[in-house]
């Protein structure tokens, strides 16, 4: 790759994301597309859903950078972001449900297998790889559902899906520079400077929140680039925090359900803005409700803890990709 | 402490991983096809597929109950703050 193929995108993925999300939060201002921020005094009136801009950033990037390149596996991470986000975009406007949802994102996967842009040797830790030829194509159709939908669950807060995206992502960039994978890189990095730029906007206290669209694309995006540059245990590892979190939902929830159609919620505002986790044994179990079930928090204190585990598992991911792919020999 | 809690437990899913990685390679994987020709092997490459996701189910169930045991555990230190 020249230095221009390599710079154009990731350029165009960060000034994109910049330039399209200060339009939106100027767009939506004016045309009262908004919804309210709950967690802070006055009810502030947030623009949604920003995620267009994340939708177009990444896709308009990759597909640059599949023109200088070719790659077809770059082609199958832009249809997936594509796909998830279209299905994102849908649910902002029409809301789906929660089993509509993950339904439907089940068709984001079928341009990687559609291309045959996985590899049947599925990677293990420590031990080397394994063929899974039946197997591995099944666990594609589950793979980006999972991974647009637990990214989805941890949207939680001013500011925190954008960073984690940022700090999941860290780890699946390293692990691909280890495997000398670069076209894959540049889309990694594509990634992880569209996130940025939405964070400089998403960020406490925001002023726009990426909505569906937003949270199922890059959670489909970060999927596929673990599928295509085969690293999936450090994807599975950078994600953990989202993975806890909805496994704890969902076990205790014992159904799909979004968080408006909850009889029970995990936490509850106080008087004093902070919120504070639910004694009753009923309510279902979150990662939030973990994290101020010792004493209730301000927002802006849990979002920082939810960004401290998050960088936690990024090392650990970090680390599982050295041992996976560092040779020591 | 609650902070810590939530970092253990963290750290208990990338231990589980392992663990379930190695049990994947080592003895599921490796089991013979159950029959013949090749809905033998498709029958087979299933049956693994469940006993993998009856692994990673044991698993979740664990890291749940765990978790279930740190979120009372911090719900009654709060109590005696």
């Known amino acids: 790759m020249s230095p221009l193929e390599f710079t154009l995108p990731l350029t165009l993925s960060f000034l994109l994301c910049l330039g399209l999300t200060k339009f939106l939060i100027k767009y939506y201002?004016?045309?009262?597309?908004?919804?309210?921020?709950?967690?802070k005094p006055n009810n502030p009136k947030v623009a949604f859903p920003g995620g267009i801009s994340l939708i177009a950033s990444l896709c308009l990037s990759n597909f640059f950078l599949y023109l200088f390149t070719k790659d077809i596996r770059i082609l199958a991470i832009l249809l997936v972001t594509l796909i998830a986000g279209i299905v994102g975009i849908i649910d902002d406007f029409y809301i789906l449900g929660g089993k509509v949802k993950p339904a439907l994102t089940i068709l984001a996967s079928i341009p990687i297998l559609l291309f045959s842009t996985y590899d049947i040797y599925l990677q293990f830790p420590l031990f080397g790889s394994t063929r899974l030829s039946i197997i591995y194509p099944l666990l594609i159709i589950i793979s980006i559902p999972v991974t647009s939908n637990v990214v989805n669950s941890i949207d939680v807060?001013?500011?925190?899906?954008?960073?984690?995206?940022?700090?999941a992502s860290l780890p699946l960039l390293i692990a691909l520079m280890l495997k000398a994978q670069f076209i894959l890189v540049t889309s990694a990095l594509i990634l992880i400077l569209s996130c940025f730029?939405?964070?400089?906007?998403?960020?406490?206290?925001?002023?726009?929140?990426?909505?569906d669209s937003g949270a199922l694309a890059l959670g489909a995006s970060f999927g596929a680039l673990a599928i295509v540059g085969?690293?999936?245990?450090?994807?599975?590892?950078?994600?953990?925090?989202a993975i806890i979190n909805s496994f704890f939902f969902l076990t205790s929830v014992k159904d799909f359900l979004e968080h408006r159609q909850l009889k029970k919620k995990p936490v509850r505002l106080n008087i004093d803005y902070e919120l504070e986790a639910l004694e009753d044994r009923d309510a279902p179990l979150s990662l939030v409700r973990m994290i101020v079930a010792e004493k209730p928090l301000k927002e802006k204190d849990i979002v920082k803890?939810?960004?401290?585990?998050?960088?936690?598992?990024?090392?650990?991911?970090?680390?599982?990709?050295?041992?996976?792919?560092?040779?020591?020999? | 402490m609650g902070l810590i809690i939530l970092l253990s437990l963290i750290t208990l899913g990338w231990v589980l991983i392992f663990i379930g990685s190695i049990v994947v390679f080592f003895f599921i994987v490796p089991l013979p096809d159950l029959l013949e020709g090749r809905i033998g092997s498709f029958i087979t490459a299933i049956f693994k597929a469940l006993l993998a996701v009856l692994l990673v189910s044991g698993f979740t169930l664990l890291l749940r109950e765990v978790s279930y045991r740190a979120l009372y555990f911090m719900l009654r230190r709060k109590k005696k703050i």
């Open chain 1, 157 to 167: 807060f001013n500011g925190v899906l954008s960073s984690f995206m940022i700090l």
């Open chain 1, 197 to 211: 730029a939405f964070f400089i906007y998403h960020r406490y206290p925001s002023k726009i929140f990426p909505g």
């Open chain 1, 29 to 39: 201002n004016r045309h009262n597309r908004f919804v309210i921020d709950y967690h």
């Open chain 1, 305 to 329: 803890r939810i960004l401290i585990i998050s960088a936690y598992s990024s090392a650990l991911a970090i680390v599982t990709a050295i041992i996976m792919y560092t040779k020591w020999v």
């Open chain 1, 230 to 241: 085969d690293v999936e245990f450090v994807g599975l590892v950078a994600l953990l925090p």
